[in-house]
């Protein structure tokens, strides 16, 4: 699977819009864009993904470089439930695999 | 609707005790799978499956089994237990595999300790 690079941390105050990227300059061209979250003690949960388009749902927006090789996961107004640790994932559907490879993610801090 | 169910959510083992970590979905989900997540690590995949009767080995499978005589429950085992397997194990399903999975669902964790 390509690989991911996240920063390993980021800081934001309380209600300000958070921009998260991932530089992902191996990407192919069957490969989805994942994010999920972990907060503290608890598991993984999705947040959002996409292929070549912008996609926006509840919880968060994902911007899509033109060339495909970055991302960025915008939250747009951070609040302290959203300190955790996001992941960038790839994801080759075209290879037919079943798993997600976690790196280290980025793990956020909100300021309140 | 509970969504993934993982038991029992703390344990202590001593070296060369054997033990299995139950895991439940009440999703009808075809997918599952064993992440285990040692710390400030992100996860890496143990063993998964794609529906009864069928399971395959992630990334770090040895010293674990699996089984999944039904859809919702999949169990892992531990034989044999190291302290190199002190980790918190994640239980997690899927509605669909291969093709642009949309989302997994993770239970909350079991916080294994080897001493």
């Known amino acids: 699977d390509a690989k991911t690079t996240q920063p390993n941390s980021m800081e934001s105050n309380e209600e300000e819009p958070v921009h998260l990227p991932c530089n992902h300059s191996?990407?192919?061209?069957?490969?989805?864009i994942h994010w999920y979250r972990q907060l503290p003690s608890q598991g993984p949960e999705y947040v959002i993904h996409?292929?070549?388009s912008n996609v926006n749902n509840r919880m968060a927006s994902l911007a899509i470089a033109e060339d495909r090789k970055s991302s960025t996961l915008i939250l747009h107004r951070a609040t302290l439930r959203d300190a955790a640790v996001y992941y960038c994932?790839?994801?080759?559907?075209?290879?037919?695999?079943?798993?997600?490879?976690f790196g280290k993610g980025t793990k956020l801090s909100v300021i309140p | 609707n509970a969504g993934v169910t993982q038991t029992p959510k703390f344990r202590i083992l001593k070296i060369g005790q054997s033990m299995t970590l139950q895991c439940a979905q009440d999703?009808?989900?075809?997918?599952m799978y064993w992440y285990r997540q040692d710390p400030g690590m992100g996860l890496k995949l143990i063993y998964y499956?794609?529906?009864?009767?069928?399971?395959d080995k992630g990334e770090v499978p040895n010293g674990y089994n699996v089984s999944r005589s039904t859809t919702e429950y999949f169990p892992l085992r531990l034989e044999l237990a190291a302290p190199s397997q002190t980790s918190v194990y994640f239980c997690?399903?899927?509605?669909?595999?291969?093709?642009?999975?949309?989302?997994?669902?993770f239970g909350e964790g079991s916080r294994l300790t080897v001493l």
């Open positions: 997690a399903s899927s509605l669909r595999g291969g093709i642009s999975t949309g989302e997994l669902f």
């Open positions: 191996t990407i192919s061209g069957t490969d989805y």
């Open positions: 996409g292929l070549t």
């Open positions: 994932i790839l994801r080759d559907v075209g290879a037919g695999s079943y798993q997600l490879t």
């Open positions: 999703m009808n989900h075809n997918y």
């Open positions: 499956s794609v529906g009864a009767g069928i399971t």
